[in-house]
């Protein structure tokens, strides 16, 4: 069964620093690989996705993921954080040859990214 | 504007007393799915149906009850045999067919005294 593992459950940063949230899951076929954002008392938003195709996949707030198939790793970077960027992000992973939906979709257990002035 | 809406927003209950979180999307998606949150947990998939009548039990399911009456309602029952009934509740919903992604409710905080 699909695992996944997010490697720090904080990750506390300053104002205009870089930051990287490792992901990695378990197995090695061909996966979806997802990462949400959770503000505090809120929902799941969908940051970005990959599905096929190249391997960076950007955002739209400057966060980018690197799908890497050999080290089976989604890790999500951002050259400058902001104050803004404070909240719990979660990687999630699907197997769509399983049959899809969303039944299927695995969590990590989240980093709380902390943007510190 | 099309979403997930779920209420209450909080929650409180006595313990031994059943009850009900709601969910209704206006997506026009056949899947919605319900997930319990805890801190450092990250998401455990409770219950989630693909259509309208059929639902299928997720990894915690012990102590949750749901129903599919209509494709736009998925309501989650927490019952007095669920041990630890107190957590954030999120509902979710996608499409089945092709499916890529999920969308979130803003979440449901239980808190049972």
């Known amino acids: 069964a699909q695992s996944v593992t997010q490697l720090d459950s904080q990750v506390p940063v300053f104002e205009e620093a870089p930051v990287e949230l490792r992901c990695n899951y378990s197995?090695?076929?061909?996966?979806?690989l997802f990462w949400y954002v959770q503000y505090p008392n809120q929902g799941l938003q969908l940051l970005l996705k990959?599905?096929?195709?190249?391997?960076l996949v950007e955002s739209i707030n400057g966060f980018e993921a690197e799908f890497n198939k050999s080290q089976t790793s989604f890790h999500l970077r951002k050259p400058s954080v902001h104050i803004s960027d404070t909240a719990e992000y979660f990687c999630?992973?699907?197997?769509?040859?399983?049959?899809?939906?969303?039944?299927?979709?695995?969590f990590g257990k989240g980093t709380k990214l902390s943007v510190k002035p | 504007d099309g979403g997930i809406t779920q209420s209450p927003k909080y929650l409180f209950r006595k313990e031994g007393q059943n009850v009900t979180l709601s969910c209704e999307q206006n997506?026009?998606?056949?899947?919605m799915y319900w997930y319990r949150q805890d801190p450092g947990q990250g998401l455990r998939l409770i219950y989630y149906?693909?259509?309208?009548?059929?639902?299928q039990k997720g990894d915690i399911a012990e102590g949750y009850s749901v129903s599919r009456e209509k494709k736009e309602s998925f309501p989650l029952t927490v019952t007095s045999a669920q041990k630890n009934p107190t957590a954030f509740y999120l509902c979710?919903?996608?499409?089945?067919?092709?499916?890529?992604?999920?969308?979130f409710g803003q979440g449901t905080r239980l808190t049972v005294v």
């Open positions: 979710a919903s996608s499409i089945v067919k092709g499916w890529t992604e999920a969308f």
């Open positions: 999630a992973v699907s197997d769509p040859s399983s049959g899809g939906s969303q039944g299927n979709l695995i």
């Open positions: 149906s693909q259509i309208v009548n059929d639902f």
């Open positions: 197995s090695s076929v061909s996966v979806y």
């Open positions: 990959y599905l096929s195709g190249s391997t």
């Open positions: 997506l026009n998606h056949d899947a």
